[in-house]
Every structure is written in structure tokens, then in C-alpha cells.
């Protein structure tokens, strides 16, 4: 009787999450941190949008910057003088240094070795409970339904993820445990996209377009080498 209840704990673990430990050392964003969103080629805007942290966009000027002042709590950093009225900040120096930061800690997370998970269901993990760990897809990886991550306060989540990232409308990404999003890392070649009223977890870093749908929000970080674009969202950087 014992070993089939073991049996089947262990059956439930597989299909439901996969045990990594407390996961691999966070990826260190060092000034990058300090940003909310974060951009090279801009960030357009549907208003309302509500951004809880600083913004930037570099090296295009802030005349690329489409939010308004009363949409950011926030820094707003610009190249130039050009940006939003009257709150931009010119302040070229801290930009440049920020993107470096950004895109080394793309290269950091991008290359971390010997993944715990490979190709989890291949890219499609809705309704899944995820300890912390490196996972990484060659693939794009879906959200079609809810994802809960399960872990302490100072375990950590790297998905590397060499396709697309989307997460349909309505879906949620959940925390258990005592799990942080400041400790959750989605490097991301590809396109992402955050669907209609969604709620994400975590850094985004894309290599290319973050795309935030109608009503979607984040905990977390928008750091793109391109573009991101909003639609009445809520972006809170993580404490």
C-alpha cells in the first residue's frame, strides 16, 4: 500500500511539475533593475497605461516615448530633451549604461549551462506547477491556461526560450510558496506577446517586440532590445 501511494505522488510530481531545487543563481540586471520598461527602439502607448518604476528608451531619443507623465511613477529617462512633458529627463550617460546592463543580462540568461528541463511539453505549459529551475525550449512556449510557480522567497526561474513567448488572453501566471518576482528571468528571442487581460510574473528580456495586449499586466520588468508596446496596462517592477 506504501509503495503505491509513493507511486502515485510520484506520478502526480511528473505531470504536474518537475522537482530543480531552488534553482540556479538570479540573473544580475545590476541598473537595469531600476526600470520598469526599458527600451532601444520605443514604446508606444494606448492610454491609460499605469507604470510603477522607471522608464527609458535608448538610443532612439524619448520622442519614441509615446506614455504621458501622469502614466508613469517613475523616472522618465530620455537622449535628448525630446520626450514626455514636463517629466523627461535628459540623462543620456545612466541610459546607455542601463541597456548595456540589460543586454549583458540577456547574453547571462540566454547562456546559462545544463538545463533542468528541456522542451517541456513541447513549449505548451498551461495548467502547469513549476519549481524553480533553468528551463529552456528551442521551440516558441505557449500559455494557453493558467501556470503556477511554486517556491520560496529566494528560489529562482530561467526560462531560456529561443522562439516566441505568448500567454493567451485572460491566463494568469501564479505564485505559490512564497515565490518573488524579482527571482523569475524570461530571456526570450523571439516576439512576446501578453494577451488581453493578462497577469505576468517576472523579467521579461527580449531580443526583439514586447507587445502588451488590452487590460494586461505584469509584475515585473519590460526590458526589450527593440520595441514594447501598451494598451492600458499596468507594469509594477518587483521590490
Known sequence: MQR??????????????????????????RTASDFAVLTKAGITDVPASAITGDVGTSPITGAADLLTCREVTGIVYSVTTAGPEPCSVKN???????????ETAYTDAAGRPNPD??????????????????????????????????GGPNDVWIFQISGNLIASNGVA????????????????AGLVTLGTTSHFEGTVLSKTLIAM?????INGRLLSQTAVTLQMNKVKKPE
Open 4 to 29: 503505491t501511494i509513493v507511486g502515485i505522488a510520484l506520478f502526480a510530481l511528473a505531470v504536474s511539475g518537475y522537482a530543480a531545487g531552488p534553482g540556479p543563481a538570479p540573473v544580475v540586471l
Open 92 to 102: 543620456p550617460s545612466t541610459l546607455t549604461t542601463a541597456v548595456r546592463d540589460m
Open 117 to 150: 528541463v528541456t522542451e517541456l511539453r513541447r513549449g505548451d505549459i498551461g495548467g502547469m506547477i513549476l519549481s524553480p529551475g533553468l528551463y529552456k525550449w528551442g521551440t516558441s512556449v505557449e500559455i494557453p491556461t493558467d501556470v503556477t510557480l511554486s
Open 173 to 188: 501566471v501564479h505564485l505559490i510558496g512564497g515565490a518573488q518576482a524579482k527571482n523569475i528571468f524570461w530571456q526570450v
Open 213 to 217: 495586449q488590452t487590460g494586461a499586466s
